[in-house]
């Protein structure tokens, strides 16, 4: 995959409490800032299998795509790879435990850019970490509070 963004952030939070929260499909619209709307289309609880549906605003269009959990350790990783989508992509959160109850927060977003997006990977890179390090800055506050 010709696109491959990776953000990481600190966050004074216990791991678990972060993991629990990110991997809530229900709270993608309030930390997640491109997406509007996301769906569990699988049954609980979430693990490998389960299917998100999510509609987002990227560069000025709405993407209706669904990703699917190929990876899943509760309270540490989650890969989604999209069975729907306008291009191929794979998401990665990943959250490590440090001392002194922080959690470093990463987010790996691979894909490759296809028909309206298809112009280049190399542009859509910076606009993808950017997005990204906006959806850490808005996790870190909102387990802060």
Known sequence: MALDVVVTAEIN??????????????????????ITQAKLLTDRPIEKGTQVQRLAKFMGKTIDYILEV????????????????????????????????ITLAQIRVQGSAGGYYGFADF????????????????LKTIMEK
């Open 70 to 101: 190929h990876d899943f350790e509760p309270d540490y990783l989650m890969v989604m790879e999209s069975v729907k989508s306008p291009f191929p992509m794979k998401v990665t959160y990943k959250f490590d435990a440090l001392e002194n109850n």
């Open 123 to 138: 542009l859509m890179a910076p606009i993808v970490k950017r997005n990204l390090k906006g959806d850490l800055r808005r």
């Open 13 to 34: 939070k216990n791991r678990k409490d972060v993991a629990e929260y990110a991997f809530e499909p229900t709270n993608d619209p309030v930390w997640i800032g491109a």
